[in-house]
Every structure is written in C-alpha cells, then in structure tokens.
C-alpha cells in the first residue's frame, strides 16, 4: 500500500525502522528481528541503504521480504552517496518488479575520505525524488531535520531545501530523531509557513546505548534534553536500568506526540525487535483510540 494512502485512512500510523548488516554478509539476523517486529502490526516497516555501499546490497533483499512474505508495507531506502545513477536506476526497476511501491529518497551521509560527488552520482535529494517521480507510480519521502541539518547553518536556508524536495514530488516526510518535542512542533510550525503541507511521520530513538547516543548525536547535530542527560549520567553505567529508562522516555515522548495530533511516529528500532515491542505495547489503548 502506497504510505500517502495510509495517512489519508489513518489518524496515526505506527512504523518501525530496520537496518542491513554493517558487512556484505548474510542478513538472516535482520530476517529474523523483522519476523519480530511483525507482532506490532506496523503500518510498514523502513530499511535504510548504507553509505559507500557497505549496508546497501540487503536492502533490496530485506524489504522484499517484508512486502512479500510479511505482508507488512516496506519503505526501501536510496541515497545519492551509495550508487550512481545507472545503479539507481537498476534498482528503481528491481523495486518496482519486488512490488515494493514506496521509496525514502536520501542524499545519505559521507563516509570520510569520500570525495563527493562523483561523476556520474547525484548531489542532493531533490535529484533523486524528481528521478524516481519520472519512473512511474512510486511513493516517495524525504528527510526532515527539526533542528537543522548539521550541515546547514542558517535554519531558514534548511527549510528552502527542504521546499525544494517538496516541489520535486515528495510525498511525505520523515523526521530526524530529536528529543525535545517542543523542537518538533516549532519545525512543523515554520515548515507549514513555509508551504510545506505534506504528512510529517515524526522519528522516535529508544535510546538504550550512553555511547552510541552520544555518537550518534554528535553526527546528527541532535541535542539531549536536560533531563535526558540526567538519566544518561544517572544509568549509562548500568545497561538494563538505561534500557528501561530509554523505553521510558520515548514512550512518554509519543504520548506527548500522539496528544499533540501528529499524523505519524516511526520508531527506529536499530534492530532491537524487543525494545519496541515494549514501547508499542506500553502504548497499545493509547494507539487503539488513535488508529
């Protein structure tokens, strides 16, 4: 089912993110946590595309199976930085034959050393949306980043950016993880002032890991709340409290959202099958009255 169809049906959607492995090797353990996830009932389930084509080769083959042996909605992944244009385009076609109709266009991040672009690769997303637009009924979205993208230093040149994508044919957007809500609804504000009225699906991190957060945060340009430093300082030390703690949190954090009327929260689960079926199940009369 195309996801714009879903925000037209639905009050809420729910959706789940999975990742390929870091290696070109055997993706069963992905399989595996998918066959999990499936007990949510997802509304449809993403698998990103890796930077430098490390990741990239599985997501083909991972949502596949999510479309055609789950039968749960995939969303597969393409980045400007993983494959060129003639890849692609290649695999444009091999989604299309997979019966996977909804794509998430990505400039991607660039791995170090990398000179980019290259001859013959795309440079910004807005390229990739307009080419996948031309190739027929596709579903397309694009990233958003309530606290700018951390390559951008002026906010307002980030919203132009973000219009451009729109105008190219975007169909959704899905956020960047934050964690102060406060930030999102002040994007979501300036965005529709800007003219960017498509559905906004709203990024959620259970955050489980004192080190991968910071990491992560540091590449993404994302901030910690106050209170979330406290728990981090609090727990970091004791994995089992910072998971509860973590599940906690973005719990209350989608109450918040789902309160506050957003049209869609998309739980990136970084494979952890067992952190969100907590947080789906913490939440379940919740999702009940707003699905």
Known sequence: MRIDKMFQN????VS???FPPK???SYQPVIDAVEKLSACNPDYISVT???GGGTSK???GIASYIQNK????SLAHLSCVSSSRDEISELIEKLRSAGIENILALRGDIPDGMVFP???FYKYAYQLVEEIKSRGNFCIGAACYPEGHIECVNKADDLDYLKAKVDSGCDFLVTQMFFDNNVLYSFLYNALRKGIDIPVTVGVMPVINSRQIVRICQMAGTSLTPKFKTIVDKFGNSPEALKQAGIAY???QIIDLVANGVKGVHIYTMNKPDVALKIISNLSDILKVSR
């Open 118 to 120: 290259e001859a013959g």
């Open 10 to 13: 639905n009050d809420i959607t």
């Open 70 to 73: 789950l039968n749960i909605t």
């Open 250 to 252: 973005a719990t209350d």
């Open 58 to 60: 599985n997501t083909l």
């Open 49 to 51: 595309y890796g930077a």
């Open 16 to 18: 789940l993110e999975v």
């Open 23 to 25: 290696v070109d090797s």
